[in-house]
RNA sequence: GACUCCAUAGCUCAGCUGGAUAGAGCAGCCGCCUUCUAAGCGGCAGGUCGGAGGUUCGAAUCCUCCUGGAGUCGCCA
C-alpha cells in the first residue's frame, strides 16, 4: 500500500474530472503530477505539485488553477484539508485513519508491505563482481558484489524478474599467465626448487594447492610436455580452482549468482564462433568499417602503429571514437568479446541489462552502451553502475596491504574480521560512485556511531518491546483493526507511521533509480524514529508501549512496534543484512 | 590533450530524478538517561550547495564555461 502513488492517482482523477466538467482543459497530462510528502510536516502530509505543472497548459495561474482544483480534492476520502501554500504548492491534511490504515496493511502483508509490482515483471540481468579468475577476491570487488547483489534483491522487491550473472574472464593473456603460474606450483609440488615467482606471473600461496592437486592427479607426465599441450590443461584446472575460490569468498556474503558466463565460451567453447558471427552480422548492418584510428592521446603507447584496422563506428552511438575489433594478429578484442557477450545476454531476453564496474573501468562505458545501442538496435537498454575504491581503515589509519596472498588485503580476510553483516551494510551506505572509506574499528562498534549496530538494535529492541507486551498482557493479535488503531494519537506515534507510509515509494524510487543505498538510508531514518519514540517513554511513562491497565492502547501501540520491525527487517533482509532479535 | 566521476556545515555524507526556510551523523556547547535491553534521547550553534553565466513560475539538482581533486585512455583484461 503506498500512499502516495494511491492519492497520486486520486488528485490525477480530480483533474480529469474537472476536465469532462469544463471547468479545466481534457488535454491536460495528468502523469506530470507528483504527490509527495512535504518538506515540513507542518505543511500537511501530502504535497502535490498538480497546480503548478499543469498551469501552463490550462493557460491560467498556478493559484487559479489550485483553487479550481482543491474543491474538488476535498471531495476525495479521507482529505481533511487542502490549502495553496508558496507559488501554488496544495498541502493536504490526512484523516489519520489513512495512516492507521497503513499500519493495518503492514500486518496484512507482513514482510510483503513495500514489495512492489512497478518492475512489472520485466526482465532485468545484473551483472556484477566478474572478477577475473585469476586469485581471490579482494575488498574492492566486495564493494562491487554487494552492489550487485543488493540491487538485485531490490529490483527483484520491486518486481522485476532478475538473473544474476558472473562474466568469467577466462580467454585472455591473464588466465595464461595464471596457467603459467599454476605451472610452476605443480613443478614445485613435484619437489623442484622454483624459487622467486617470476615478474609477470602470480606469486599468491592460493597456486600452492592447486598446483599439488595437479601434482596429484598428474603425477609427473605434464612436466617434459611442450607448453602447448599443458598449458590449456593446467590454465582451465587453475581458473576452475580459482572460480571455485571466489564462489567460496561470495558465499561468506551470502551472494550466489544464477549463471556465470564463460568469455572463452564465445569462441571457443562450442561449434559456434558467436564473436564471428557478431562481427559477419555487424558487418552486414555496416556497423563495421576498415579504417585507421589517431594514435592514442596522453601516455605515449610505444608501440603504436599506424595501420589499417577493422573499427566499431562507436562513434555514431555516443562513444568518442571508433575501436578496434581485431588485433594485429587477427584474434578479437576484448572488447569484440565484449559485445558479443552482451548481444547474448539480449538475446537471451534481457533488454534491460545492468553492469557493476570498478572504477578503473570508466572510461569503458561509452563504447559498451553504444555497442549495446547498435547491436540491439536501440531496443536493448545497458546501465553501467561503476563503484568507487574502498579505502580500508582501522581507527582512521590506511591498513597495509596483506602479502599473504599477493598484495591486496582479501575479502575474506575482512569479513571474517568484521561480519557479513558489517561488511554488507557499510557497503551499502554509501553513493555506489562516490569514495568509501571502510573502518574495521568502527564498523564493529556498539555505538550509534556505527550504522549498521544503530539499524540492528532498533529491530532488537522492537523484539524485546514485543516479547515484554507479551509477557505483560494474556495473548492478543497484533492484526487489530484500523479502528483499534485509532489509539494511536500521539505526534510521535504518527511522525513513525508517516515513515512507515514512506517504505514503498523509497523502494520504488531506489529500484528504478538503481541505487540500493537509499534503502540504507531510510532504514536509519526509521531507526532513529523509532529510537526517538523509545525514549519519549522516560520523561512521560503515558507515552511507553506496555500500558498496564490500558489493553487496547498496549496492542495499537505493539502493532505499531510490530510494523517497525517488520518494516526493518524487510528492509534489511533486501540489504542481505540480518535482522537480530536480540543483540547480546 | 580528451573523457568519466566527485566538489553541500569544522569532519563524513544524504538530498526522494526541477519544488517551499538545503538535511542527518560525528566533533563543539547545554540539558536528560537507577527505563520496555545500557550501548542512548532532546536542544543550541554551524551553509554564498567550488565559481560565473544560462534554461523557467522555481535550480544543490538540467545546460555551457572556469577552478580544484580522483580515475581512465591502448590491439591490456
Request: one cysteine or more; hydrophobic letters at 40%; aromatic letters at 8%.
Amino acid at each position: 500500500m503506498n500512499i502516495f502513488e494511491i492519492f497520486q492517482n486520486h488528485v490525477a482523477e480530480a483533474v480529469s474530472a474537472l476536465g469532462r466538467d469544463g471547468v479545466l482543459p481534457d488535454t491536460l497530462d495528468t502523469k506530470r503530477i507528483i504527490v509527495e510528502p512535504p518538506r515540513d510536516p507542518f505543511h500537511g502530509d501530502l504535497a502535490t505539485n498538480a497546480a503548478m505543472v499543469l498551469a501552463k497548459d490550462a493557460q491560467i495561474p498556478p493559484r487559479s488553477f489550485a483553487e479550481k482544483l482543491i474543491p474538488r480534492l476535498l471531495l476525495i476520502d479521507g482529505v481533511l484539508a487542502a490549502d495553496i501554500a508558496g507559488p501554488g504548492f496544495i498541502n493536504i491534511k490526512l484523516d489519520p485513519k489513512i495512516f492507521h490504515s497503513v499500519l493495518h496493511a503492514v500486518h496484512q502483508q507482513g514482510n510483503d508491505f513495500g514489495r512492489s509490482t512497478s518492475g512489472k515483471a520485466r526482465n532485468v540481468n545484473v551483472e556484477f563482481v566478474s572478477a577475473n579468475p585469476t586469485g581471490p577476491m579482494h575488498v574492492g570487488h566486495g564493494r562491487g558484489a554487494v552492489f550487485g547483489d543488493a540491487l538485485a534483491s531490490l529490483l527483484i522487491f520491486a518486481g522485476y524478474n532478475v538473473t544474476r550473472e558472473y562474466y568469467i574472464n577466462d580467454a585472455g593473456a591473464q588466465v595464461d599467465s595464471l596457467g603459467r603460474s599454476a605451472f610452476l606450483r605443480y613443478r614445485e609440488a613435484l619437489g623442484e626448487e622454483i624459487g622467486a615467482i617470476p615478474e609477470g606471473l602470480y606469486p599468491g600461496d592460493y597456486l600452492v594447492p592447486v598446483g599439488k592437486a595437479l601434482a596429484d592427479h598428474y603425477g609427473s607426465s605434464l612436466r617434459d610436455q611442450s607448453e602447448a599441450e599443458w598449458l590449456p590443461i593446467i590454465r582451465q584446472a587453475a581458473i576452475d580452482a580459482m572460480m571455485e575460490m571466489i564462489r567460496e569468498d561470495l558465499a561468506v556474503l551470502d551472494i550466489r549468482h544464477d549463471v556465470f558466463f564463460s568469455e572463452r565460451s564465445l569462441s571457443q567453447g562450442g561449434n559456434r564462433d558467436e564473436i564471428g558471427a557478431l562481427i559477419t552480422d555487424m558487418t552486414a548492418r555496416d556497423l563495421v568499417y576498415q579504417g585507421r584510428l589517431p594514435p592514442p592521446k596522453g601516455a605515449p603507447v610505444e608501440d603504436w602503429e599506424d595501420r589499417e584496422q577493422t573499427l566499431f563506428r562507436a562513434s555514431a552511438y555516443g562513444d568518442d571514437v571508433d575501436r578496434p575489433l581485431l588485433k594485429s594478429d587477427g584474434s578479437y578484442t576484448y572488447f569484440a568479446a565484449d559485445i558479443a557477450y552482451h548481444r547474448s545476454k539480449y538475446l537471451r531476453g534481457f533488454a534491460t541489462m545492468i553492469d557493476v564496474w570498478g572504477a578503473d573501468h570508466g572510461g569503458y562505458i561509452k563504447r559498451m552502451t553504444s555497442a549495446v545501442k547498435a547491436v540491439t538496435d536501440g531496443m536493448g537498454e545497458l546501465d553501467v553502475k561503476i563503484c568507487q575504491l574502498v579505502r580500508l581503515l582501522r581507527n582512521g589509519e590506511q591498513v597495509k596491504m596483506s602479502k599473504r596472498s599477493g598484495d591486496f588485503v582479501t575479502l575474506r580476510e575482512v569479513v571474517d574480521e568484521v561480519g557479513r553483516d558489517a561488511v554488507r551494510f557499510m557497503m551499502l551506505y554509501r553513493k555506489n560512485d562516490a569514495t568509501l572509506d571502510f573502518d574495521l574499528a568502527k564498523v564493529i562498534d556498539q555505538s550509534k556511531d556505527n550504522p549498521v549496530f544503530y539499524v540492528q538494535y532498533a529491530h532488537a529492541r522492537c523484539a524485546s518491546v514485543l516479547r515484554q507486551g507479551h509477557a505483560a498482557q494474556s495473548a492478543f493479535d497484533l492484526a487489530v483493526d484500523a479502528g483499534a488503531l485509532s489509539k494511536l494519537t500521539d505526534a510521535s506515534e504518527l511522525a513513525v507511521i508517516h515513515r512507515i507510509a514512506q517504505f514503498p515509494r523509497i523502494v520504488e524510487a531506489a529500484a528504478s533509480a538503481h541505487e540500493p543505498h537509499r534503502i540504507a538510508f531510510y532504514l536509519h531514518d526509521l531507526a532513529s524514529d523509532f529510537h526517538s519514540l523509545w525514549n519519549r517513554g522516560k520523561d512521560n511513562p503515558d507515552l511507553r508501549f506496555v500500558i498496564e491497565n490500558d489493553r487496547n492502547l498496549t496492542i495499537a501501540r505493539l502493532a505499531l512496534v510490530d510494523a517497525v520491525r517488520r518494516v526493518l527487517a524487510s528492509g534489511l533482509s533486501v540489504l542481505g543484512v540480518s535482522a537480530p532479535n536480540e543483540m547480546r
